[in-house]
């Protein structure tokens, strides 16, 4: 069998091959996200996995424990936010039919604010009605759009599930496939694909090391600022804070600056202005000292792949796009980055 495939004529393998990637791809769209973002995760699964290694007994109880250890923060993260989403929607709601009470979305205190501020009673009330109009129009998008992905449940566990599966697989199976792919990729081109692998292994740990984990810093400390000064909501606060971090130029101060501009309305003027300075201790102290810090192994991987993998691959992929942008970003600098660096060596030797 196999010399008789030897005798077929390469013109003839690789168009099959073509097709035969081509049809895969075209049955796997609709779920290539999921796979790919856990092939991804899978990394982190086996990182996780090797430390527990030594206390279990068997390689896919220890897969299991990591998948179970990296979901945790990931599950308490979505419940705190989905449930404090909807409590501010019900305050809200609340509100609109009694503006009574201590209720911290009362929109008379900022009527009451914006007529001291000296404006005419029909300016004062346009930029009143404004603010009101915007912030349930908000509220309200964001409260249509849970509903909505409460009704697109199965579709949602549809794609859970295969997350899972292809996470626990590309964990459990990772070393095959890197043999795979060490056994149909030339022995002249071993090298250049062994840097571009070295590659794709410092952006996924650049990822979480000088991208997560100071934005989870800074979700902390601002959390711990709104708790001491007051402010309700401190987990959602906390965890808008921290993803902020990942919007260019403007960071959480788009979150600093609404908070403490919006306690200044409403008459809280010292709680507004230490928000604001607290503020930007915390966003200075997390991305000049403890990004450089963590990261400086890193420092190869140059910011700009991870600002537009960020952006644009969460607009285009959603959540997971948040990994997969960079990813395919950072490989593709990397290989561009080998290339390079051989075509020069190349060129010196033959000068």
């Known amino acids: 069998m196999i010399s008789h495939i030897k005798k077929i004529s390469s013109s003839t393998i690789f168009p099959l091959l073509l097709v035969l990637t081509i049809l895969s791809l075209g049955v796997l769209t609709p779920i290539i996200t999921m796979v790919a973002f856990g092939a991804i995760l899978a990394y982190y699964v086996r990182f996780i996995a090797k430390k527990i290694k030594p206390y279990v007994k068997y390689n896919t109880l220890a897969i299991t424990l990591g998948m179970i250890l990296l979901a945790i923060p990931i599950v308490l993260l979505l419940y705190f936010t989905i449930a404090q989403i909807l409590g501010i929607s019900v305050s809200l709601f609340g509100s609109l039919q009694a503006t009574a009470g201590n209720n911290p979305l009362n929109f008379s205190l900022i009527s009451d604010a914006i007529q001291k501020l000296g404006f005419s009673a029909t300016v004062s009330q346009g930029i009143a009605d404004a603010i009101r109009s915007g912030i349930t129009q908000l509220l309200s998008a964001i409260t249509n759009s849970l509903i909505n992905m409460v009704s697109s449940i199965p579709a949602f566990a549809a794609q859970v599930l295969i997350l899972i599966f292809s996470i626990f697989y590309f964990a459990r199976d990772g070393d095959k496939i890197v043999q795979y792919i060490k056994d149909v990729v030339p022995d002249k081109d071993k090298g250049f694909y062994r840097e ?9 740990k650049s990822i979480i090391v000088g991208n997560i984990i100071p934005a989870a810093i800074l979700g902390i400390l601002s959390g711990v600022v709104y708790y001491f000064l007051g402010y309700p909501y401190v987990i ?4 808008v804070s921290g993803i902020a971090m990942f919007i260019p130029i403007i960071g959480p101060w788009i979150v600093y600056g609404a908070i403490g501009i919006f306690s200044i309305l409403i008459g809280n003027t010292m709680q507004g202005v230490l928000v604001i300075i607290l503020g930007w201790i915390i966003e200075t102290t997390t991305d000049f000292y403890i990004r450089p810090r963590i990261s400086v192994q890193y420092s190869e991987v140059h910011p700009l792949v991870f600002l537009l993998g960020f952006i644009y691959g969460a607009v285009t992929m959603g ?6 942008g960079p990813m395919i970003l950072g490989i593709t600098y990397a290989a561009y980055k080998v290339y390079r660096e051989e075509r020069v060596k190349e060129k010196q030797s033959g000068s």
């Not at 959602?236 to 965890?239: C, E």
């Not at 959540?319 to 997969?324: C, D, N, S, V």
């Open 236 to 239: 959602l606060l906390a965890i």
């Open 319 to 324: 959540i997971p796009g948040l990994f997969i």
């Open 196 to 204: 571009v692998i070295k590659g794709a292994d410092d952006v996924l």
